[in-house]
């Protein structure tokens, strides 16, 4: 039984047209998956749906073979924004979620510094956010992340965790992150925009296109192992066709702009 699936879901928020329609797909234990799709087709509108921020949506959604309404909170949710306090140091932001759980305090330090060690911070634990690089800060927003699933949720939800890096960074913490999912024994789900971190990092790559999104393609990537093997000739033709749908989304998108924009 999958641990996650989607069947027919559809949504759309209270103040807008339909964003997402007809979205089926199943997430099983211990896959790590990856949806990539145009800015704004909806892919952090479906994270919004698993953590149950909303609701009111068509179709069904099931954890473990329950609708979700019945289960309980599966998912640890790294935003696509790292939230992170500018008042409170490291340490405290990572121990935020256990204070809300209202955890004992020598728990909650032991925990938060536990968590940052694993991410590679120790020694900032009294450092506040704008001390810290970017590349750090994803990390200590990991490492929250990390702390909540460590309390039971299975399945890690990562919206973009390395959109605001350059790209060198970017690819230290694509092979930093790979090594600490191997290491989980977790289900995740990634979002994402460059199709080469998709591929790396997932075994499953979901494309989202057209609007309201649907799915337009599901891509098994599991070949693709390390970063040498993404210039594998099978992993380039995997690529050019991922990069194909999303471009070919990308011109209607313009096109429906333009079409809205001349109607005003
Ligand atoms: N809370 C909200 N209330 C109303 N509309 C929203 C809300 N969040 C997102 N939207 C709208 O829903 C659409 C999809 O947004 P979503 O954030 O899911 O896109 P996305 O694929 O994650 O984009 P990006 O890649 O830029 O992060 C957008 O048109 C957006 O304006
Ligand atoms: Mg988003």
Redesign the pocket.
Same mark, same amino acid.
């Given at each position: 039984m999958p641990l996650l699936e989607f069947n027919n879901v559809g949504f759309g928020?209270? #103040?807008?047209g339909r /964003?997402v329609d007809n979205i089926s797909f199943s997430v099983e234990k211990g896959e790590l998956v990856a949806i990539i799709? &145009?800015?704004?087709?909806?892919?952090? #509108?479906?994270f919004?749906l698993i953590t149950r921020l909303e609701a009111n949506y068509d179709g069904s959604i099931e954890v473990n073979g329950e609708p979700i309404e019945k289960s309980g909170a599966i998912a640890a949710f790294m935003p696509?924004k790292d939230l992170l306090l500018p008042w409170r140091n490291i340490l405290k932001n990572v121990a935020l979620p256990l204070e809300t759980l209202k955890m004992p305090k020598q728990e909650r330090i032991s925990r938060a510094k536990n968590a940052l060690s694993r991410v590679g911070l120790s020694g900032c634990e009294e450092k506040k956010p704008s001390e810290l690089s970017g590349g750090m800060r994803q990390r200590a927003s990991f490492a929250r992340t990390l702390m909540t699933a460590e309390l039971g949720r299975e399945l890690l939800l990562l919206?973009?965790p390395f959109s605001a890096l350059d790209s060198i960074t970017r690819t230290q913490m694509q092979d930093w992150l790979l090594k600490q999912v191997r290491s989980l024994d977790k289900t995740v789900m990634l /979002?994402t925009?460059d199709i080469d971190e998709a591929l790396l990092l997932a075994g499953r790559v979901i494309v989202?296109c057209d609007k309201p &999104?649907s799915i337009a393609r599901q891509a098994d990537s599991s070949m693709i192992k390390s970063r040498e093997h993404l210039f594998t000739p099978q992993a380039i033709q995997l690529k050019e066709e991922l990069t194909q749908l999303l471009s070919a989304d990308a011109v209607l998108r313009e096109a429906d702009t333009e079409v809205t924009e001349n109607a005003r």
């Open positions: 928020y209270k #103040t807008g /964003i799709g &145009a800015s704004g087709c909806g892919k952090s #509108t479906l919004r696509q919206d973009e /979002i925009h989202l &999104a």
